[in-house]
């Protein structure tokens, strides 16, 4: 399967602008806090919750994951005139339908699956959020938000099913709709501690040192490109355990391989942030204690990219990369 990436690359080049327009452009409620254009997203079992409607600027996504799984929520921003509902009847359906044959081993059907994604989605920008986060832990990530109809997804999977997938033909997957709107939040960008730069030729690069405390971390994206599982680059940060299998971890983070992405996952996430475009910087929080760690990107082959790396967290300054 390690193979099936590339063939996917070369096989169906009418996705490669799927998931990175790499354009300067950036259910029940819980609360908006107006003060600090902080949004509270929740997950709780195989359904994300929010607020429908937020002001432009600024934004801070807070992801509280209450469920028994690993989540995150990706940002994408929709084409005008597309909302949840043709995600939902579109383009859902149509990676399940793919993976399903992944998984059964029919490459070539899975590739012609692929292929009838509607033309619209080439056009959603991914727009970070909070990246992967451990059962019963909280995810922030801040971008800047141009107004305009935005998706919040978790892809990740259980049993071989998408969570964005519907479980019922009257439910949505795990997903949740939010409009941005003209007016804007006086909420500021966010002082960092470490800055990573992102790239598809040198991939994670980190400026400074991270020590246990509390950490904001922003990450430049000085590229953009589609990788071979027709998604861009994003970064993650790990704990590690002192069995990790680092070359397992980079497997699952594959969703295109059968174990990847799928609960339970084989380590502790402790947040990042999802793809965004070239030239963006978004941030990201975490609360960190002494141990190893280690940085990782969604992609296939992420060690050969340069985006699996491992460090050390010191109580110390003298804290190692």
Known sequence: MRSVATWMLLAVPTLAAI??????????ETALDETSSVVE??????????????PSGWTTLRLNNESEMTHFAVLERLPDSIGI????????????????????????????KFGELPAWYGKVVFMGGPGLIAAGETAESTVY??????????????????????????MYGMVHE???TDERSEATEPESTIDITLSSTRGIETDGNLVAGPQTIAVHFEDQVVHEHFLGHDVHLVRLAEDTDLEELEIWMDWTQPTGLTTPAPVEFVGGIQEM??????????????????????VPNAGDKGMLK????????????
């Open 19 to 28: 998931g990175c327009e790499a354009t300067a452009d950036t259910a029940s």
């Open 41 to 54: 997203v929740t997950a709780t079992g195989l359904e994300l919750t929010g607020p429908s409607e937020i």
């Open 85 to 112: 509902e043709h995600q939902q009847a579109e383009v859902a359906p149509v990676f399940q339908a793919g993976m399903d044959l992944l998984n059964a081993g029919q490459v070539d059907a899975a590739m012609a």
């Open 145 to 170: 938000l141009e107004p305009g109809t935005y998706l919040l997804e978790c892809y990740v999977k259980t049993a071989g099913r998408f969570h964005s997938a519907r479980p019922a033909p009257d």
């Open 178 to 180: 939010i409009t941005v």
């Open 277 to 298: 475009p070239a030239g963006s910087t978004g941030y990201f929080t975490a609360v960190l204690e002494p141990g190893r760690y280690a940085w990782i990107s969604e």
């Open 310 to 321: 491992s460090f050390t967290v010191s109580a110390a300054e003298d804290a190692t990369n």
